[in-house]
């Protein structure tokens, strides 16, 4: 028998008054019949008796087994059921007899199935049957109550079709073992249309298109090693290595479909053209593609590449007032379009002169003045050739000039002021008591265009372009490239102060003239956190849609209130010492250093201003910096010493007065007229330090 059947036991006889012997000959013979095929156990006397019914029949076996029954049974059996059965036979009077029986059951065999469960149509999978347990070896593998399409040899069962595989495993006990798993066929996806945008011109977006496939998964290859698993995948900026046949598979339930393609082209694009410009008899100017011009179609413009049309063919005819910037592109027969070359007309215009009158000194001015000179001077070597020539050889106690550059003042003798471009539209410093006329002279810009001055953030020192004509401040304007406004609309210029800012002398910086004079000069803040351009029209007139727009309160948030920083010659001057020394000093370790600082405010006594002090020391990051704060004194990083009025600090004030570690030290005293917190450093001093 094996784990699971049943066991019946039956005995047949009659008893007599005479103890009953049960024949147990030939029980073996007989168990192993009956475990194939009725799977009971039958105990049978072979030389029945006489007995005196009724009989009562009394059983006990292993596992605690007992019952009354003549012939019972023991459903669901396991190897736990193996042992002696003892079975007591009682007739009516009493006369009893005994036999005894040895039943084996043995553990039947189980079967696990592996292998694939699903598969595509037109191919198979091969189910696999493992068998454990039972009594080695496994002598058959019935398929035969598969349902699935296929067929199985040994103990294998290849399926074509979806359906169940059942398969029955009989071991050497002739025990079964049994396990069915379903098999599931999945169909071949239908192939998605593959599409894009080609052709393309280098550098544009290549688009890969496929057509839906319900519940689809995408699989892309295509030239220069591309894969994608998305549906619709995109290249941006392709170049030509990407032209080529593009593939792709739609995927259901791991089944894929046949590949689709289709071909792509990325047409390279035409390379800048290369052009030169000659003058003709009637001063106009021809302009010729030099490089090749075989299959392409050419464009040019002025202002930008693209920016303002000027004509068409491999070359044209040009008339312009002023030097002008030509640019050339090229379009090949695919439609692609290149960048643009370069070529530039220089038109020299005759000289013009501009007479500067020096301000002298009425008493009140000092003879400090801001002025400008409406040309295109060259370099600030040559403006100081220009100004020598009538003033002779330059002389500071005679007279001075000065640009200024955003965040300090540079002298015309300054190496950083010979190198500046002169051209219309910038101001200066002039300090002198002389009353002489200089005449300048250079090239006017363009009449009837409106000028342009592109400024950074901060103060600059502007000037009127023109010659001869005055323009009031509410018709020049500001932008930023998005938006455009008088520059005293109120509120919405934020770009810039709404006003300007003059120097009379006596009474300083007057607020806000109401119209820019040839020749002088003004102070302008740009509030913008980027560069803005000024335009400044040839004409006093105001702009379409934009009138003279005065602000209402000047000491607004906008910024129109602040000051300019003070003319030059009378700004503070900080200073900072260490062991009351201004240059390098080295000090031996263990030595009190002695640090101190000291501050002439020159004209800018009172005015509110930010104070700094800081050490660069030798220590690790983040002690690489050190600030004193007033009143807690020095800690980590740059932070402002205060802010506040400027005073004088006629005796050095000591700040550090201790030893310090080994290493190079570099201390800072500065101040800015800001007063924002942020640090820019105008007026600085330092010293360094080596301790030993």
Not at 10 to 27: A, D, E, F, Q, Y
Not at 107 to 120: D, H, K
Not at 412 to 432: K, N, Q, R
Request: net charge negative; with cysteine; hydrophobic share 35%.
């Amino acid at each position: 028998m094996q784990d699971g059947e049943f066991i019946f036991v039956m005995i047949k006889g009659v008893l007599t008054h005479h103890p009953i012997h049960p024949i147990l000959s030939n029980v073996q013979q007989k168990m192993n019949y009956l475990k194939t095929f009725s799977h009971f156990l039958t105990l049978v006397p072979v030389n029945p008796v006489t007995s005196y019914s009724p009989v009562a029949y009394v059983w006990s076996g292993p596992n605690g087994f007992s019952t009354a029954d003549q012939n019972p049974t023991i459903a669901g059996a396991t190897a736990d059921n193996t042992g002696t059965y003892t079975v007591t036979a009682t007739d009516s009077l009493d006369n009893d007899a005994v036999a005894t029986v040895d039943v084996t059951v043995n553990a039947a065999p189980s079967v696990s199935l592996s292998g694939s469960t699903a598969f595509c149509a037109g191919s198979a999978t091969v189910i696999t049957a493992t068998a454990s347990g039972g009594t080695g070896p496994y002598t058959s593998y019935d398929w035969g109550a598969s349902t699935a399409g296929g067929s199985g040899t040994g103990n294998t069962f290849t399926a074509t079709s979806g359906g169940t595989v059942s398969v029955t495993v009989i071991d050497d006990n002739g025990c079964t073992g049994s396990a069915t798993v379903g098999v599931t066929e999945n169909a071949i996806p239908d192939a998605p249309t593959a599409g894009s945008n080609s052709p393309i011109c280098a550098g544009g977006t290549l688009n890969l298109t496929a057509s839906t496939v319900a519940g689809a998964t995408y699989s892309w290859t295509g030239p220069n090693g591309f894969t994608s698993t998305l549906q619709n995948p995109t290249i941006p900026s392709a170049t030509t290595a990407a032209s080529g046949t593009y593939s792709v598979t739609a995927d259901v339930s791991g089944c894929p479909s046949p590949a689709k393609t289709t071909v792509v082209t990325v047409n390279a694009l035409p390379a800048a053209p290369t052009a030169s410009a000659a003058i003709n008899p009637d001063k106009s100017f021809t302009l010729a593609v030099t490089s090749d011009t075989s299959g392409l179609a050419f464009e040019w413009f002025t202002g930008s590449c693209g920016a303002s049309p000027v004509g068409t063919g491999a070359s044209i005819s040009v008339t312009p007032a002023a030097t002008t910037a030509y640019y050339v592109r090229a379009a090949n027969a695919s439609g692609c379009v290149g960048a643009c070359g370069l070529v530039t007309v220089t038109v020299n215009a005759a000289p013009v002169s501009f007479d500067y009158t020096l301000p002298g000194s009425d008493g009140l001015n000092g003879g400090y003045r801001m002025f400008t000179v409406p040309l295109y001077l060259g370099k600030g070597s040559e403006m100081l050739a220009q100004m020598e020539a009538a003033l002779g050889a330059y002389h500071p106690g005679y007279w001075r000039v000065f640009a200024y550059n955003g965040s300090k003042y540079l002298e015309i003798i300054d190496e950083g002021f010979a190198s500046l471009d002169i051209v219309p539209g910038t101001a200066f410093w002039i300090i002198t008591l002389l009353t002489d006329v200089i005449r300048f002279e250079g090239t006017a810009p363009p009449d009837g265009v409106d000028y342009r001055i592109s400024l950074s953030p901060g103060w600059h020192l502007i000037g009127l372009p023109w010659l001869s004509t005055n323009i009031d401040l509410g018709n020049i304007r500001v932008t930023n490239g998005i938006n455009e406004y008088a520059i005293t609309d109120d509120p919405q210029n934020t770009l810039t102060q709404r006003c300007v800012w003059e120097y009379t002398g006596g009474s300083g910086y007057v607020r806000c003239a109401s119209t820019l004079r040839c020749g002088a000069g003004y102070f302008l803040k740009v509030l913008a956190g980027t560069p803005v351009t000024l335009i400044i029209p040839s004409a006093n007139t105001a702009s379409q849609g934009m009138g003279d727009k005065a602000p209402n309160d000047f000491g607004s948030p906008s910024g129109d209130s602040e000051d300019p920083p003070p003319p030059p010659g009378s700004q503070p001057i900080p200073g900072v010492t260490v062991n009351g020394q201004e240059r390098s000093v080295t000090s031996v370790y263990g030595t009190p250093v002695s640090v101190a600082v000291t501050l002439d405010p020159g004209v800018w006594a009172g005015r509110d201003a930010d104070w700094w002090v800081g050490a660069h020391t030798p220590f690790a990051t983040p002690y690489n910096w050190y600030s004193y704060v007033h009143p807690t004194g020095w800690r980590p990083g740059i932070h402002r010493c205060v802010k506040a009025p400027l005073f004088e600090i006629a005796s050095p004030f000591n700040v550090w007065n201790a030893p310090l570690p080994p290493g190079r030290y570099t201390f800072y005293f500065a101040v800015d007229g800001d007063a924002d917190g942020a640090v820019d450093a105008t007026l600085m001093d330092s010293v360094d330090l080596t301790v030993e």
